[in-house]
């Protein structure tokens, strides 16, 4: 057997477990709507990022 499909499919299932504990995690976190003002200043960060 050629290792090359057993290393896609390790990668797809490391990929998979990635997306559902990032997925957990932005459930579980909620920072974002309990901390609007923390919100509004990572957007301005993220917008004066963008304008250079």
Known sequence: MSSK???IIVG???ALLI???GGIYLS???SC???KASLEK???VAL???RY
């Open 5 to 7: 499909p057993l290393i």
């Open 19 to 21: 997306t559902v504990v």
């Open 42 to 44: 990572r957007c301005q």
């Open 12 to 14: 797809f299932i490391l």
């Open 33 to 35: 709507v309990n901390d």
């Open 28 to 30: 579980i976190d909620n």
């Open 48 to 50: 004066s990022h963008h």
